[in-house]
C-alpha cells in the first residue's frame, strides 16, 4: 500500500517510493498498459507490411517506392501520437488516483487524458523550445572560438545552461496532469520546485534520483536487445516480428517506473516546496 508521503525524503527513500508505487499500482494499471501495447502494434498493422517488402527485395527501386510509401503514411503517426500521449496521460493520472487512494476507472482517466492532449503538447512545444534556445549561446561562442580555448572553454561551460532548464522545468508534466496547472504556470511551478527550498535547491538530487530510474529502464532494454538482435539474424521476417513485439511488450511492462519514480519525485519535491523547514532536517 503506498501512500503520499508529508515528510521530505532522502534520495534512496524516494527511489524506494517510487518502486513501492510501481508495485502497488501494477494490477490497477494493466488495463492501461494493454491498450498502450495494442496503440503499439498500430504502426506495425498499418506500415508493417510495407517495411517487410522493402526488407525482402534488394531492388533498388522496389525499396525506393517502399520507402515512399512509408513517408505517405504521416497521418498514421500522428493519430498514433495523438492516441499514445491521450493514453499515457491516462496512466498518469491513474498512478496519482492510486496513490491518492482516489482512483479512477480506466475509462474516466482515458477522458481526463484526453482532455490533456492540448495543454500537454503546448507546453511541450515551449518546454523543447525554451530548452533549445538556451544553446544558442554555447553553441554560438563555440563556433566563433575558431581555435581560441578560452572562448571554446567558455561556450562549453555554458552548456550548464541548457542542462540546468532541462530538468528544472520536466515536472510540468506531473503539474499538469496531478495539479490541474495550466500550461504557462506548469513550467513556472517545475521550476519552482527544483528551486526552492533548502541548500539553494533541489536539482542535483532531482538528477540522480532520475538517472538511476532511468539506468534501471535502459538495463531491462538492453537486455531485451540482445535477446532479440540474434532473432532478427536468424529469421529476418520471423525475427523482426518477433523483436518488436517483444521490446514493444517490455516497453509497456517496464515504462512505468519511471512514471511512478517520476511522480514519487514530484510529490516529494512538493513537500519540500511548502515546508522547507521540515526538508532542513533530512541529510540526504
Known amino acids: 500500500m503506498f501512500n503520499i508521503p508529508t515528510d521530505p525524503q532522502g534520495i534512496g527513500k524516494v ?15 494493466l488495463g492501461i498498459l494493454t491498450i498502450l501495447f495494442v ?8 506500415i508493417g507490411p510495407t517495411y517487410l517488402a522493402m526488407f525482402n527485395t534488394n531492388d533498388p527501386e522496389a525499396q525506393m517506392r517502399a520507402s515512399m510509401m512509408m513517408f505517405s503514411y504521416w497521418w498514421i503517426y500522428i493519430v498514433i501520437l495523438l492516441l499514445s ?3 499515457t496521460n491516462a496512466l498518469i493520472i491513474r498512478i496519482h488516483g492510486i496513490a491518492s487512494n482516489s482512483i479512477p476507472s480506466i475509462g474516466s482517466a482515458i477522458k481526463s ?21 538556451s544553446y544558442i549561446p554555447a553553441f554560438g561562442i563555440m563556433a566563433l572560438s575558431q581555435g581560441n580555448t ?12 541548457p542542462a540546468t532548464l532541462s530538468l528544472s522545468l520536466c515536472f510540468f508534466y506531473a503539474a499538469i496532469l496531478i495539479d490541474d496547472s495550466g500550461i504557462f504556470s506548469s513550467l513556472a511551478e517545475s521550476q519552482k520546485l527544483i528551486w526552492k527550498g ?3 535547491g533541489n536539482w542535483w538530487r532531482t538528477f540522480f534520483i532520475l538517472l538511476v530510474a532511468g539506468l534501471i529502464y535502459y538495463i531491462f532494454m538492453i537486455v531485451v536487445s540482445f535477446i532479440t538482435i540474434p532473432l532478427i539474424g536468424s529469421e ?6 518477433l523483436s518488436f513485439l517483444i521490446t514493444n511488450l517490455v516497453y509497456v511492462l517496464v515504462s512505468p517506473i519511471l512514471f511512478t ?6 510529490y516529494d519535491l512538493k513537500v519540500r516546496s511548502s515546508g522547507s523547514d521540515l526538508g532542513a532536517r533530512i541529510d540526504d
Open 113 to 133: 487524458g484526453t482532455k490533456k492532449i492540448l495543454p500537454v503538447i503546448i507546453a511541450t512545444i515551449l518546454y523543447i523550445v525554451i530548452v533549445g534556445l
Open 15 to 29: 527511489l524506494d517510493s517510487g518502486i513501492k508505487l510501481f508495485r502497488s499500482s501494477f494490477k490497477s494499471i
Open 150 to 161: 578560452i572562448l571554446f572553454t567558455i561556450g562549453a561551460l555554458l552548456l550548464v545552461i
Open 85 to 87: 500521449l491521450a493514453v
Open 198 to 200: 533548502i541548500k539553494g
Open 236 to 241: 529476418p521476417v520471423t525475427g523482426l516480428v
Open 39 to 46: 496503440i503499439g502494434l498500430l504502426p506495425y498493422l498499418f
Open 261 to 266: 519514480v517520476y511522480i514519487a519525485t514530484y
